[in-house]
Every structure is written in C-alpha cells, then in structure tokens.
C-alpha cells in the first residue's frame, strides 16, 4: 500500500484521473468516442492528438532537465523548423510531391538538430549557464524564422504535409503515432542503454561524473541535440495544422508548458532523477486541463490564470517545506534553505 | 587568566540531541564555555564538534536539551539570532561573500550610516581599524576575491570581533593559516579572553591546542567523553579519549605494508616533468607493481595537483606520462580510466559520490563509463559485483538500493572504493581516503589497500594524517609550496623526520 | 639522515607585479569591467550610426527619444536587476505590466480617479512579486518556476480584465506622455522623468543601504549571508516586490505611452529586459553588476532598435543583434569568471 502512495507517479496519476473524472461527470460527452469513416472522434482523441507538439517537445526537455539544464529555445526552433519546411515546399514546383515533403521535413530537422547542437556547444563546450545559453536562441530564433519566410507568413496547401497533424492510421491520428514513436524511442534508448542512469549521473552530480570516466560532455550535448530535433518535429505538426509558418505565434510559450509538464511529471528542475513515463502523464494533464478550461467556456486567452495557480500549487506541494511540514507535524524549527544543508547532515553522519 | 570555575558559564547547553535521518548526530550532550577562557572541542571526525557548534549557532535546531547564554535560556532558529545574543563564527570553509570588498565583508549589517544611507568612507576606516588591530593592512575597498584563503580567513575574523561578541566560536580557523599568522591570531585570542571573551577553539593541530586552551571537551561518536582542565590530560590521554580504542588493527597494517618493493622492472606509471602553470612546477612521479607510494605534504603544497594532473582531471601542459613504459596522452579521466588508473578524490561530496542514486548505481557507474553508454552491463552481473564489494568492504548498510547520499562518510568512501576497485585499475590514487571518517571505516579502507597492493596493485596514497602516510606506504614523495621537494623511504624515516624534511629540506624558503 | 632524491628546483623567481597602480584599480573594480564593455558598444554604435547612416544620428532629439521611448523598459530592468543580483530571474515582468496597465486603464474607463488607479496597479505588481517571493524564499522554489507562475498568473489575469484593448482618456495619465519639457534641443516627458528617478532611487537603494548590499551580498553566497546574520529572507522577497512594483509601474508607463492598455502587450519583453541587464554587466549568477549598467544595456537595446528603424531594415533583425549582443556578453562575462576562479 505505501508502495504505491510513495511511488512518485502516483500523485500525478491520481490528478489526471481527477481532471478525466470531473471532465467526464461535467459533460458525459467528454469519455465518448465515436468512429466514423473507421476513424475515432471524440474530446479524448482530439487530446491524444492536439498534444503531440507538446509531447514531443516535453520529451526533450526531459532529457536537458535531467543533465541539470534547461532549454528555453524550443519554441523559437519549432519556429524555424516550420519556416524551413514551408519554404521549401512553396518554392517547389510541386507541393503535393511526397518526395517535396519529405525533402523539406529532413531538412527542417536537420535545422533544428544543429541549433540544439548551439545550444549544446554553448552549455558544454563553453560554459554557460543553460538558461542564458539557450535564452541566446530563444530571442535570435523568431527573428531567424522571420528572415526564412520573408518577414510573412507563409501558407501552403500540401496534402502530405496536412496529413502530418489531420490524418489517421488505424483508426486514430498520426500526429498520436509520431508522439508515441518518440516515446517509445526515447525510452528504449535511455532504459534499455546505460544511457538513462549516466544522463542522471551527470545531473546529480557533473564533476563526480567527469571523474568516474562518464563522458558528460557527450551526453549533455547529445541531450539538446534531441532536444532540438524534438522541437523540430514539433514544429513540423504545428506548421501542418495550421498549413502555415506563423514565426511569431509557433511555438510561443511551449517552453513554459513542457517545463510545466516536466515537473508535473515528478522530475526535479535540479537534475538527476527523470521519469518519462511521468512526462507523458504531465503533458496529459496539461492537455486535459486546456480542454477543460475550454469547455467551461473560459476564453482561452485568459487560461494562464489557471496554469499559474497549478504551478504553484504543485510546487508549493512539491517543495522541502511542505513535505518536512506534512511529515513532521510536530513542528520542530527546521534550518531554513533546507535543501543544501540536507546534503551538510548527511555528511555529518 | 585562568578561568575560575567560580565564574558562572556564558554558554551551557545541557542534554543537547540533535538527529538526523538514520543517525543519532548528537546524543545527550552537555557543554559549558565560560568567560574568560579558551575553550577547545576535540573529537575526530564526525564526533559531533561541527553539529554542536552548529545548534550553538542557530544553523541546527535541536531535538532536545536546552541552550542558556549567560543564564537565560535561549532558542535559536537562525544564525541572527545567535549572533543577537552575542555568539560570533568563524567558520573552516570562509563564509564571507567574495564580491564584496575587504571592508564590506567586515561591516556588512553593522555600517555606519550617516543620514538615510550607509557612511562608506567611515565604514572602510572602521574596517581599517578592525584589521589594524589584527596588525593586518589592506585595501578595505579591495574586493575579497582577490586575497588568497589565509587573508579571508582573518578577514572573517575581524568581522567576528566587529560584533562585539561574548562568545567567539572559531571552527578551525588554522588550517590555511601559516605558522606567522598562526600566531598573529593566538595574540588576538588572548588579548580577548583577557578582556574577558569566551572562545570556543576547534582545531585537528594537537600542538596548536596545548598551546592556547584553558579546558578541553572531547566528543566522540556524537557522545560527551568529557571536560577536562588542559593540564590534567596528557596528550596521549587526549587521543585516546578522542579514539577510544587501542591502534593494534592500524599496527598490524604497518607491519604488513613495510616491505622490499622490486624497481628494477618498468613502473605501472611513470610520469615525467609534469607540471601546469600556476598550479604545479614539473615533476616526476612514479610508482611499480605492489607499491605503495605515499603523497606527504600541507593542504596546498600541490599533492592533490599533482595527482589530478597525472589523471587528466586537470590538464597538463608540460611533461610526459608513461604506462608501462608506452607513453600515453591523458587528457580526460576516462582516457586515465582506459589506461588502468583510478583516482578516488578528496572532496567526496562534490567530486566523489553521486548523492541520489543507489549505492548498486555508484559502485557500477565507473565500469558503465568505461564500456560506453549502449553496452549496458547486464543486471545480473550488476548485482554480483556488487554483492562482491558490499562484502568485501563491510558497507553498511548492506542494501544495494539504499541512496549513497544518506550514507556516512566512511561508507560512501568504500562505496567510492568498490567503484574503483570494480574497474580493475593497476595503478589506484587514494586522495585523502580516510578523511573525515570514523576509526572503524579507516582501518577497514587502510586493511584493504594493504592488502590489494601485496596483491600486485600500485596506489598512491594521499593524506595530512602523516603516520597514516607512514603506516601505508613504502615510499613518500614530499611536496611544498606547489613543487616536489624529495623522495624518501618510509622504512628509513619516523613521523619526526617526515615532519623536519617536510618543513625545512631543500633551499630555505619560509613557508 | 634519510634516503632521498632531490628534484631540480626552478628558479622560482617570479615576474614582478605589474604597476600597482593597475593592480589596485583591477583589485577594487575589476566586477565594473563589463559595464564599462557596454558603455563602450553604446558609444560605438552611435558613431557608427553617425558615420554609415545619415549624418545627423548623435543629436539630442534622438537621445531624448531613447529615454522618452524605453521607459518602460527601464523600470522593468531596474526591477530584473534587483532580482538577477540575488541570483533569480523574474520571468513574469512583461505580463506583470500587461496585468497592471489593464487594471489600471479599466479602472480609469469606470470613473475611478487616477489617485485611486495608479496605487492599484503598483500594489497588483507589488502583490504578484510577493507571491513569487514568497514561493522562492519560503518553499524553496526555483526563482525561475516561481516567476513562471507568475507569468501565467499576470498574463491571464490581463485578459480577466478585458479580452481587448482599453483605451485611456485620463487627462492625468496622458499628461504623463504627451507633456514635453524642453531645454534646448533636449525634450524629456514625465514618463522618463519617472524612469530615471526610478533609476537615481534603486541606485541609492542598492549602494547606500543594508538591504540594497544584503542584496549583493545574497548573490555573492547566500549561505555566507545567512551565516552573517543577515536578514536574507526579507532582503530576497523584497527583491522580488520591487521588481512586481516596477512591472507595476512599467504598466502604468506604457499606459501613457499608447494612450491604451492591450492584454497582449509585452510578451517576450521580460527577455529584453533580462537581455538589457545582462548587457548592462550584471551577472546572472548574481552579486555583481549596477543598476546604471541596466541603463546603459536599455539604451543600447534602444538603439539598436532605432538604428535598425533608420535602416528601414527588418524587426527580424532586432532579435537577431540582441541575441547576438547577449551571446557576446555572456561569453565576455563567462571570460571574467573563469579568469577570476584561475586566480584563486
């Protein structure tokens, strides 16, 4: 029984079966799922699939949290990502080509992969704060994304490219298969190699991890590079559902929501410990909350006010404070910045 | 001088019991500082002194017991606190803000102001002032960045004697301190306990203590030992006291360690004029099959440096290293870890253990960096050399799961060891192993380094406890000032000659 | 007495120091080098601008513009700078100011008085910079979540107010802008006389008092604050309060400046703001760096702005250069660092 309460995807499980519970007793409509044209319709398909952006995008930022960093640029690459992309298919002759298509989203990975490989030479090879690193690209990259398009906003009809973020495959959208594709590869790569616990190695504790032989250049490198492909594919299905590279509107905030998803999912922003199975629960919750702002009819510009009071409840929640509070009701002063001098008893002992 | 046990104490803690998770840091404790004396808290390491000292302070709020200063009974939930009721800190690590200037980390809190804002120009002459009076002259509005530790050291010092304090609490405040200076400060303590200040002394320097205390309380495993009058325990008294059981395991060590090393083969490692601007002057180094080549020198003298350059932690950029007489290029740890050398370093915390993953993650994690990110070693294999290790050390506790960072010193160092030893490494660097760890966990660390090296293993071995260097080692390089000074053979030298050769051989430099 | 091997020893006669002169005025305001960095880039900027553009760039109708058109901004990175000093970052800035524009302009559209107006929107920022302190000091939450909180928190409430744009026709709160005070050929509305009283206050704040050097002292070791005895808690919510304040005040300026309050106003403007105090010199690792430095990097920002509309180049460009000018910065401040951790 304690076993389940303490595992730390507990609590962010409870919350989503909360939302999907009050969602479904609110408007019963919400838990029906139709099929039409052997396709599923409905409020729960239309999340599994509007969340793809983030899911992808989240998934990176798993990966550079865990190394102790932090990448603030995903939304300006999915900016470029798209640019790329939709200039190449309108400057081609034929649109509809799938091998135009296919062309452009290479190429517009590749983009994003070598920006988060800047990201990366700045965090490793040249020191920088994460934050400030990635801050660089986060402001430069609209501007980039803007040049790429011409300063307007490019539009193409191209029905491979639509099929991206619209179409289905066995009963249920494509932009679900490109998220659980990724899932499934990120989690592969990071449990079933040795790379999952010397990412976390590195987080917790970078020189000790130098020292032991890890090479935690490579690996923090090698975690904004996907980072930034990540946000590149992202990219690529927010240009497909909106046929459009929108270089100021892509892509803006996501930054935010997939830290947001991050923490909600149990990783702690100091590096270290990740789960991504708590990512996927984190990126669920966010969507579900998004919908149910929605349904209450709420404008969607004013939902910030919503997610704001989440984040805060959560990390109150998750804070050493609340936990030594709610552990120790008793009371006793405790040392206040609790957390660094945790690390000072430990050693005493 | 003497302080008259008539005087009523300004501190007394009574029944003091500080836990913390898993461990009984301090265990009905009692401890009374009077004023007028100097005051001296022995223990070895993780006998409790930094916990004390730390409830005394505010940093630590205590389970139970009871805290009176200057007989009114007294809770501290922050240093300011304590600092209100006149208890002053000097702490080992300087906790001063380096970004500030000399003059501001002396006053900060306590300017003078004149009208709304702060006085800066009678803020650094009151600086001044307080430096002048420790018969130091610097730049007030110098930042402190730019002093070495020993200058910050004292730096902290006068800020502790700006608050006017009762009480001064100095947490070894000696160990960047040269002999100079070391006296400079024991003239300051006790123009103060003159005039009436109580000062309690921590200190590791056996000597330093016998020369400046009044009173001794000795801990020991978060327990009182007792309090003692300085001239009615003798030295030997004292360590015993502070070690609490006879030294026949680290004896039996020293018998086994001291034997014939055969040179006239290729060493394990050799390194040639290896040096780095600034931080090293080139030097040779070099170690053969079975031995155990002891690094002797103070906190500074480049003994760390030196073994970290050999092992690519820092770069080098002058001199040659060879393994087994094949000259290699070490420029990364794990292109030292490739060639067979493990170095196990000095700061656990910070550069050993990785605080948050089990002890099964940590002891594997040297062998997992070594076969690289998509070869994982098999679960099963894991598991048995783990097992293996957790035997062979004696970790406790024995769970393979149970987070390095909640373990204790000693354990996370023979966590560190199996992490070492599990890569196979022919040549093994030990920097400081046994600091900060209890007795037991030493013996154990020292009895299976001796042993491995009988073994074929080459170790180089680093520490400031110099018998231990003696007790470990068949030969002892001796290094001051950042440059190596000589070679000596363990068999052929006592604690006294190491010590005379450590302080006086070579060109006459005042250190 | 004892087998040995003596080392050669080098001559370790080591090169005399340099001037000392130098040395002392490295030794007392060596933290003041990247501030002098970027009065210097500004200077460079404008006589490139003279140079390469028309001739009459460095006239006083254009400095004046600089402050009259960047107040906002101003006040906004006078209130990052407090923050960033400590170590933090305040993310929520631009949609603080959002918030409290909108408050402040709805009230104003319901008949209240601007007595009553202007108060209410400095304590709405003033509100949020205590939540986001609160949660930062006392649940030890990452400056940079808790401001993203509070981000949200601003943004949405902005819309709450009004979906869409008010305008403003309080005579009080338009004076601010339109009145143009003039000596000579320079011009200063009240709005930058607000901006650089705002400056002249948080410098005094910041270098005459013991808050202002708790604050300092934070971002250069808390721990060793804390140790101090210094009252860390308060000095690093009130950071955060004045930084709510000055987004608060910020929203009143950019009120003025366009005679109406838009909910979408300012999103992304906390990274110029961000962008023109790390410019400026301040450290984001915190404890180094001057509130005058923060005006020089808004300046700088403006300029490049106003050079890049005397271009008639693309807006694109101007995220490009700051981004880029932040890249420069960070790698000179990283420089810095590093050659001051070799010293040691």
């Known amino acids: 029984m304690t076993a389940v309460y303490k595992h730390r995807l507990f609590w962010p499980i409870v919350s989503l079966l909360t939302l999907i519970a009050i969602n479904a007793i609110a408007r019963p409509q919400f838990i029906t799922i139709t099929m039409r044209d052997g396709e599923l319709y409905g409020a729960l398909i239309t999340i599994l699939r509007d969340s793809a952006p983030l899911m992808l995008v989240a998934l990176g930022m798993t990966i550079v949290i865990a190394t102790r960093g932090i990448d603030l640029s995903v939304g300006a690459i999915m900016a470029v990502s798209g640019a790329v992309a939709l200039t190449i298919i309108d400057g081609s002759g034929d649109p509809d080509a799938l091998a135009t298509v296919l062309i452009a989203v290479l190429v517009a990975v590749l983009v994003a992969l070598i920006l988060g490989m800047w990201n990366g030479f700045l965090v490793t090879v040249l020191g920088i704060q994460p934050i400030v690193a990635t801050l660089v690209l986060m402001l430069a990259g609209r501007g980039a994304a803007l040049l790429i398009t011409g300063g307007k906003i490019t539009t193409v009809n191209s029905a491979p490219f639509k099929w991206m973020s619209s179409g289905y495959m066995v009963a249920l959208p494509v932009a679900f298969f490109i998220a659980v594709a990724a899932i499934i590869v990120i989690g592969v ?54 046929s459009a590279a929108d270089a100021n509107n892509a892509g803006v905030f996501i930054e935010l929501y997939a ?26 919750i966010i969507q579900t909350l998004d919908s149910t702002v929605l349904f209450l009819g709420i404008p969607s510009a004013q939902s910030p006010v919503f997610f704001g009071f989440v984040v805060a409840v959560v990390v109150v929640l998750q804070s050493p404070r609340m936990r030594s509070g709610l552990a120790n009701l008793s009371g006793r002063l405790r040392p206040r910045g609790a957390g660094v001098q945790d690390r000072e008893k430990a050693e005493v002992a | 001088m003497n302080a008259d046990t008539e005087v009523p104490p300004i501190v007394e803690m009574r029944g003091i019991t500080i836990r913390f998770p898993g461990v009984l840091a301090l265990d009905d404790v009692d401890f009374t500082l009077r004023p007028g004396e100097v005051h001296s808290l022995m223990g070895e390491n993780g006998a409790g002194k930094s916990t004390l000292i730390k409830a005394l302070t505010g940093v630590y709020g205590i389970d139970s017991g009871s805290i009176s200063i200057a007989g009114e009974r007294q809770t501290f939930s922050t240093a300011s606190d304590a600092q209100d009721a006149g208890i002053s800190t000097v702490y080992q690590e300087v906790n001063l803000c380096t970004n500030l200037t000399v003059g501001e980390n002396i006053m900060l809190g306590h300017e003078p102001r004149r009208g709304t804002g702060i006085d800066w120009r009678a803020t650094h002459a009151e600086a001044a002032r307080h430096l002048a009076s420790l018969g130091l002259e610097l730049d007030t509005r110098s930042m402190l960045a730019h002093h070495s530790i020993a200058i910050q050291q004292l730096v902290a010092i006068s800020r502790a004697m700006v608050l006017d304090a009762k009480v001064l609490i100095l947490d070894e405040p000696t160990s960047s301190l040269d002999r100079g200076e070391v006296e400079q400060l024991f003239g300051i303590m006790r123009d103060l306990r003159d005039k009436g200040v109580a000062i309690l002394f921590v200190s590791h320097f056996l000597d330093q203590v016998y020369e400046i205390s009044d009173r001794i309380t000795v801990l020991r495993n978060g327990a009182l030992v007792g309090e003692y009058p300085v001239a009615e325990l003798p030295r030997d008294a004292l360590v015993t006291k502070m070690i609490g059981r006879e030294l026949a395991d680290l004896a039996a060590i020293a018998s086994s360690s001291h034997r014939d090393i055969d040179r006239s083969g290729t060493p394990v490692v050799k390194a040639t004029g290896l040096g780095r601007r600034g931080v090293l002057e080139p030097a040779d180094l070099e170690v053969y099959e079975g031995e155990v080549v002891g690094i002797a020198g103070l906190l500074g003298s480049g003994r760390t440096e030196l073994v970290r ?13 060879e393994v087994h007489g094949e000259h290699v290029r070490l420029h990364q740890p794990r292109h030292a870890i490739d060639h067979r050398i493990s170095l196990s370093s000095e700061n656990r915390r910070e550069e050993g253990v990785v605080a948050d993953l089990t002890v099964a993650e940590n002891i594997v994690l040297g062998m997992q960096a070594r076969q690289g990110w998509l070869r994982k070693i098999p679960k099963k294999d894991q598991d048995a050399v783990v097992q293996e290790y957790i035997d062979a050390l004696g970790v406790r506790p024995a769970n393979p799961h149970a987070l390095v960072g909640n373990l204790s010193g000693g354990n996370q160092q023979k966590v560190l060891l199996a992490r070492w030893l599990a890569t196979a490494p022919e040549l093994l660097v030990l920097d400081e192993p046994t600091r900060g760890i209890d007795v037991g966990a030493k013996a154990d660390i020292q009895r299976k380094v001796a042993e491995l090296s009988a073994q074929g293993l080459a170790v180089i071995f680093i520490s400031s406890e110099l018998e231990e260097v003696l007790r470990m080692a068949q030969r002892v390089v001796v290094l001051r000032d950042r440059k190596k000074i000589g070679e000596l053979e363990a068999s052929t030298t006592d604690l006294d000659g190491l010590i005379d050769y450590i302080a006086n051989a070579g060109e006459g430099s005042a250190a | 007495m004892a087998a040995m091997t003596t080392t050669t020893a080098r001559a370790g006669g080591r090169a005399d120091r340099a001037s000392s002169r130098v040395q002392t005025f490295l030794s007392r305001h060596g933290g003041m080098m990247p501030t002098f960095a970027a009065a210097l880039i500004l200077v460079l900027l404008f006589i490139g601008a003279e140079a390469f553009l028309r001739g009459d760039f460095i006239k006083p109708l254009t400095i004046s513009n600089l402050l009259i058109n960047n107040a906002y901004l101003l006040v906004l990175a006078v209130g990052m700078t407090f923050v960033i000093l400590t170590g933090g970052i305040d993310l929520s800035v631009g949609s603080v100011m959002a918030f409290t524009g909108m408050l402040g302009a709805k009230l104003l559209a319901d008949g209240l008085p601007v007595a009553i107006a202007i108060p209410a929107m400095l304590l709405g920022g003033a509100a949020i910079g205590l939540f986001i302190g609160i949660l930062v000091q006392y649940f030890g939450v990452q400056p940079f979540i808790a401001s993203l909180a509070g981000l949200f928190l601003g943004r949405g409430l902005a819309f ?9 026709e309080d005579p009080a709160v338009l004076w601010l802008q339109s009145t143009r005070w003039k000596l000579g050929d320079w011009v200063v509305t009240p709005t930058g006389i607000i901006a650089l009283a705002t400056v002249a206050i948080a410098a005094f704040v910041l270098h005459l008092t013991r808050f202002g050097r708790t604050i300092y002292a934070i971002g250069g070791s808390e721990q060793s604050a804390r140790l101090m005895g210094l009252k860390v808690g308060r000095a690093k919510v009130g950071a955060y309060v004045i930084s709510g304040t000055c987004a608060g005040l910020a929203g009143l300026l950019l009120t003025a400046y366009a005679n109406s309050s838009y909910p979408r106003n300012g999103i992304g403007t906390e990274l110029d703001a961000i962008a023109a105090v790390v410019i400026g010199g301040t450290l984001l690792t915190g404890g180094r760096g001057y509130v005058l430095g923060s005006m020089i990097g808004v300046f700088v920002y403006g300029t490049i702005k106003t050079i890049i509309n005397f271009m008639g180049a693309e807006q694109a460009w101007m995220q490009i250069i700051v981004g880029a000018l932040l890249l420069l910065f960070i790698v000179v401040q990283r420089a810095i660092v590093a050659r001051a951790e070799g010293r040691r």
């Open chain 3, 160 to 168: 709450i107010v009004s979906l869409n744009s008010i305008k403003v």
């Open chain 1, 259 to 284: 830290i947001l998803a991050v923490v909600l999912g149990g990783t702690s922003l100091n590096g270290g410990k990740f789960s991504i199975a708590g990512t996927v629960v984190g990126v669920f």
């Open chain 2, 309 to 321: 350059l050999l092992y690519g932690a820092d770069r080098a950029d002058e001199g040659t290293v």
């Open chain 1, 189 to 242: 790569i990071e449990r079933r190699t040795a790379l999952g616990v010397l990412t976390e190695a590195v987080g917790i504790n970078p020189e000790a991890s130098r020292l032991a032989g890890v090479r935690s250049r490579g690996i923090i490198w090698g975690a904004y590079m996907v980072s930034g492909a990540l946000a590149g594919v992202a990219g690529l299905i927010y240009a497909s559902r909106t």
